[in-house]
């Protein structure tokens, strides 16, 4: 079965420094993607990156970048230039079983300071 | 436009009250989706309806009552809740090709207590 394990519970980075937040991943799959998502105090999940097994290059999206290291399987989000607006909880995820289903890791709480 | 909309934003019921959460897309999705999630804790599925039929049900107890009129809404009837059954409700939906690579957008959430 697929699980998503996220090592750091808190992460604590300066403005405008890079932060990168783990992620380790198990599935026997060989089709599978991971996920990234942001979640700030107010509750809406926000759909940040996502990485396909099969994708030659690392996923990139604006200021979020996805170091994906297959054979390690792990799927770290990094974040440049930090800004206090990207204080939140970052969840890694991926489909299930079921397919429909998102597996989440238990989250880290990254906290901006200026 | 990747915008889910959920409504009401808090809701607070009595364990004898009868209430129902909103959620809608216009995406043109065909999967739409509620997940429960407890403070400090990753969302949890509940429930997951494919064009327009259940196909999903995560062993939520009945009192969770989920319907989808057509393909843009989804709501979530709730009765005789129990006071452990606060929590974030968070609605998604996605495209509906169920491939590994489908992103769920997510909306806002309700925030429920239940006293």
């Known amino acids: 079965a697929q699980k998503i394990t996220q090592t750091q519970p808190g992460m604590f980075v300066q403005e405008k420094e890079a932060v990168t937040l783990d992620c380790t991943y198990d599935?026997?799959?060989?089709?599978?993607?991971l996920f990234w998502y942001k979640q700030p105090s107010s509750g809406e999940m926000i759909f940040l990156i996502y990485?396909?097994?099969?994708?030659?290059q690392n996923a990139t999206e604006g200021r979020y970048s996805l170091n994906f290291q297959k054979a390690r399987k792990s799927a770290n989000l990094v974040i440049s230039a930090s800004q206090l607006g990207d204080s939140a909880m970052y969840f890694c995820?991926?489909?299930?079983?079921?397919?429909?289903?998102?597996?989440f890791g238990t989250g880290t709480r990254l906290q901006v300071f200026p | 436009d990747t915008e889910v909309t959920q409504t009401p934003k808090h809701l607070v019921m009595g364990m004898t009250n009868k209430k129902s959460l909103k959620c809608e897309q216009h995406?043109?999705?065909?999967?739409m989706y509620w997940y429960k999630q407890k403070a400090k804790k990753p969302p949890e599925l509940m429930f997951v309806?494919?064009?327009?039929?259940?196909?999903i049900n995560e062993s939520v107890p009945s009192r969770f009552s989920p319907e989808c009129p057509n393909s843009s809404l989804l709501n979530l009837h709730l009765h005789a809740l129990q006071p452990e059954d606060s929590a974030l409700y968070l609605c998604?939906?996605?495209?509906?090709?169920?491939?590994?690579?489908?992103?769920?957008?997510f909306g806002p959430g309700t925030r429920l207590l239940v006293l």
């Open positions: 998604a939906s996605s495209p509906g090709t169920s491939g590994a690579s489908e992103t769920q957008y």
């Open positions: 599935t026997s799959d060989q089709s599978y993607g």
């Open positions: 990485q396909g097994s099969y994708d030659e």
């Open positions: 995820a991926m489909r299930g079983p079921p397919i429909d289903k998102l597996i």
């Open positions: 995406m043109g999705h065909r999967a």
């Open positions: 309806y494919s064009y327009e039929k259940l196909s």
